[in-house]
């Protein structure tokens, strides 16, 4: 059985895969969809990229969510969350199909949203390694990767279909469906056994009943693992400068920069896309690799890709340069997940990759400052400002732990 396919032989993975799938869809067509609804309601850059910032609001409190799934499971974590995006989606559908719908109603509801969904991609990565094999788990985070990218491709262009032939109110009849679907789906997977605490004294146990123990434990393992500490930075810093410009400024940069409309829109973001599944099924044919050096690699030629994308001013030329940063940022992103997934023991992934959700706190704030600063300096300048700063930083950080993200013998680069 050739590298895509292994994973698919685990009967929960079988489910978690297209419940990931459906989810990641519904995902990017609503950030597509409200994002467009919001900047041609209101034709402000700065309410986009604030819209944009809502979706990551609960950053802040993804640890907990990671606190939340090593106590109850994760798979009954990820199918609650899912279940209240329905709800969530719902609400706006109703709006939508009756007319009442405005912006500030679209402002509440995502900042409601956001306190949840960013958890969404960490719990799904503690489940994946919760049910699979160890020496599966590099096809694994990589095929399950696949998600967000066929997603984002799929539900870029659907989206964009959709709200064009339609409006918004069918095309979140659409969305309720895939995220209800989401939710049967999550629910198939056969919920792993949790670790059984050791026996200990009582007052002992008592104390790790503790939530907020619980996160103290998650985020020391972090901050006293080399290794971990350096690609949440990495991770923080790709949310900060990188993905602001890919991410929420899409919607602006295609009515503004290239003057074209949702369909537009879905070329770009499919383009993002099409490179990430691109990356992402490559590494899982590939699967023993140095994870840290090709970390590295990927993340600097994604930075490289974003200084000549602020600059090009054609959609081709803008699409090539999208496929490679979205080809460069899969690589990058699947390597950070490996490396904490593999650091971290197994009763603390969920509080670890919590850990690394609250790193993507950068994202809504790269984009605040990239809404002021366009309005003063405009996309390219503000795109050039971003990519070198990151570059420079991302320099920095590799030259801090150069002991343990680029020597050959670091445990971050076992194959």
């Given amino acids: 059985m050739n590298g895509f396919a292994r994973p698919f032989r685990i009967r929960n993975y079988r489910f978690q895969w297209p419940a990931d799938l459906l989810t990641s869809w519904a995902f990017e067509m609503e950030v597509l969809v409200l994002g467009w609804y919001v900047l041609v309601e209101t034709g402000s850059v700065l309410l986009l990229t604030v819209l944009a910032s809502l979706n990551y609001v609960g950053t802040l409190i993804a640890p907990m969510f990671g606190v939340i799934g090593d106590r109850i499971g994760h798979r009954d974590l990820l199918a609650m969350m899912r279940a209240s995006y ?160 890919t991410h929420g400024l899409l919607p602006y940069i295609a009515r503004e920069i290239y003057l074209t409309n949702q369909t537009g829109l879905g070329y770009l973001s499919a383009s993002f896309a099409v490179g990430s599944l691109v990356g992402s099924m490559a590494l899982s044919q590939i699967g023993a690799v140095r994870v840290a050096r090709l970390m590295i690699g990927a993340t600097v030629v994604w930075y490289v890709t974003l200084l000549v994308f602020a600059q090009v001013n054609t959609m081709p030329a803008a699409m090539a340069c999208l496929m490679l940063a979205g080809f460069s940022q899969s690589l990058t992103m699947i390597s950070i997940a490996v490396m904490l997934m593999r650091a971290a023991s197994e009763h ?68």
């Fill in 348 to 415: 603390l992934r969920g509080r670890v990759m919590g850990v690394r959700m609250m790193v993507i706190y950068g994202l809504p704030l790269g984009l605040l400052a990239a809404g002021s600063l366009i309005d003063l300096f405009g996309f390219a300048l503000t795109g050039t400002i971003y990519a070198a700063c990151g570059l420079v930083l991302m320099l920095a950080i590799v030259l801090h732990w150069r002991e343990d993200l680029w020597h050959v013998h670091a445990p971050a680069n076992a194959r």
């Fill in 86 to 245: 329905a709800v969530f989606a719902a609400t706006l559908m109703t709006l939508a199909l009756s007319g009442h719908l405005t912006p500030f109603y679209v402002m509440v509801i995502v900042t409601v949203m956001g306190l949840v969904r960013p958890s969404d991609l960490g719990v799904r990565g503690a489940l994946v390694a919760q049910i699979m094999p160890a020496d599966q788990l590099i096809g694994a985070i990589s095929i399950s990767r696949t998600t967000m990218d066929t997603a984002r491709i799929a539900g870029a262009l659907s989206g964009a279909g959709l709200f064009a032939a339609l409006g918004i109110g069918p095309t979140y009849v659409a969305i309720v469906v895939l995220y209800m679907a989401a939710t049967a789906l999550t629910l198939c997977v056969v919920a792993p056994a949790k670790p059984q605490p050791s026996s200990e004294g009582l007052a002992d146990r008592m104390l790790r009943r503790s939530p907020l123990r619980d996160l103290k434990e998650g985020i020391t393992c972090v901050w006293t693992t080399p290794q971990m500490r350096a690609v949440m930075w990495v991770a923080f810093l790709a949310n900060l400068t990188a993905y602001p410009l």
